[in-house]
T-cell receptor, first 116, second 112 residues
Framework: NAGVMQNPRHLVRRRGQEARLRCSPM?????VYWYRQLPEEGLKFMVY????????ESGMPKERFSAEFPKEGPSILRIQQVVRGDSAAYFC??????????????FGPGTRLTVT | QQQVKQSPQSLIVQKGGISIINCAYE??????FPWYQQFPGKGPALLIA?????SEKKEGRFTISFNKSAKQFSLHIMDSQPGDSATYFC???????????FGQGTRLTINP
């Protein structure tokens, strides 16, 4: 059973460009979470999605950031008009069930975004 | 607002020694406390987790101690090995919420 897959692993964008980060959850998992990790910091929750629905986006910046998890295909985290402060590692996690206390969140290897 | 505070930021332990990492939380609604291990270039992986109905949980060389009244929990790594060198994150969540709230991380180095 393949783990959570993320691509690309490294992404370089110039200021003002768009970044698209993809996440394929583990087989059978319908719950997807995105976290951001700034250098030397812990992971910060961004958004929780189920198929075709955004359930909790309380950690998402109000502008430029969006996420989707379509019925078919991977979950996408989209960052428009990137700025240097967006440089970070973005991790996707998936789980079989909703509650992290009963269903472990499995993390992907992350996408390291560098904005130049 | 930092809901989960982790210390120390970095830790160096000799091989065979005990590594201790501490976390404190603020939200009394938290009821699930996992520890994650992260190697460079990799995503975090669940190491061990505890619920507040027990004060200690042990899995192999890894033990979580939990103090509900003090709102603190800690990770103990017994007989630390060079392969344990990694960054460790504590986290917390509450029933009904999906997100994990992470501590700032501890970079652990085990010297051979």
């Amino acid at each position: 059973n393949a783990g959570v897959m993320q691509n690309p692993r490294h992404l370089v964008r110039r200021r003002g460009q768009e970044a698209r980060l993809r996440c394929s959850p583990m087989k059978g998992h319908s719950h997807v979470y995105w976290y951001r990790q700034l250098p030397e910091e812990g992971l910060k929750f961004m958004v929780y999605l189920q198929k075709e629905n955004i359930i909790d986006e309380s950690g998402m910046p109000k502008e430029r950031f969006s996420a989707e998890f379509p019925k078919e295909g991977p979950s996408i985290l989209r960052i428009q008009q990137v700025v240097r402060g967006d440089s970070a590692a973005y991790f996707c996690a998936s789980s079989l069930v909703r509650d992290p206390g009963t269903g472990e969140q499995y993390f992907g290897p992350g996408t390291r975004l560098t904005v130049t | 607002q930092q809901q989960v505070k982790q210390s120390p930021q970095s830790l160096i332990v000799q091989k065979g020694g005990i590594s201790i990492i501490n976390c404190a939380y603020e939200n009394t609604a938290f009821d699930y406390f996992p520890w994650y291990q992260q190697f460079p270039g990799k995503g975090p992986a669940l190491l061990i987790a505890i619920r507040p109905d027990v004060s200690e949980k042990k899995e192999g060389r890894f033990t979580i101690s939990f103090n509900k009244s003090a709102k603190q929990f800690s990770l103990h790594i017994m007989d630390s090995q060079p392969g344990d060198s990694a960054t460790y994150f504590c986290a917390a969540s509450r029933s009904g919420a999906q997100k994990l709230v992470f501590g700032q991380g501890t970079r652990l180095t085990i010297n051979p």
